[in-house]
């Protein structure tokens, strides 16, 4: 499970370097619009895999401070 998500992951990260290359090309604006949708397809995608396969969330602690004396 955790090998697929991985490698799940790592074609959504090729895909979103692929985009970012594409984007730094001449473009005609139709096919510009269409790389940036599919670049934010891929980097939604990818959070959404990251999400669930690592749920932890780390929170700010706002426990005041006590000195030690």
């Given at each position: 499970m955790m090998e697929d998500n991985l490698?799940?992951?790592r074609t959504h990260r090729n895909a979103i370097q692929r985009?970012?290359?594409l984007l730094k090309t001449k473009l005609t604006?139709?096919?510009r619009q269409?790389?940036?949708r599919r670049l934010s397809e891929e980097?939604?995608?990818l959070e959404s895999l990251r999400a669930a396969s690592f749920p932890m969330v780390f929170t700010e602690s706002?426990?005041?401070m006590?000195?030690?004396s």
């Amino acid at each position: 499970m955790m090998e697929d998500n991985l490698a799940r992951m790592r074609t959504h990260r090729n895909a979103i370097q692929r985009h970012r290359r594409l984007l730094k090309t001449k473009l005609t604006e139709h096919d510009r619009q269409y790389v940036c949708r599919r670049l934010s397809e891929e980097e939604s995608a990818l959070e959404s895999l990251r999400a669930a396969s690592f749920p932890m969330v780390f929170t700010e602690s706002r426990r005041p401070m006590t000195s030690a004396s």
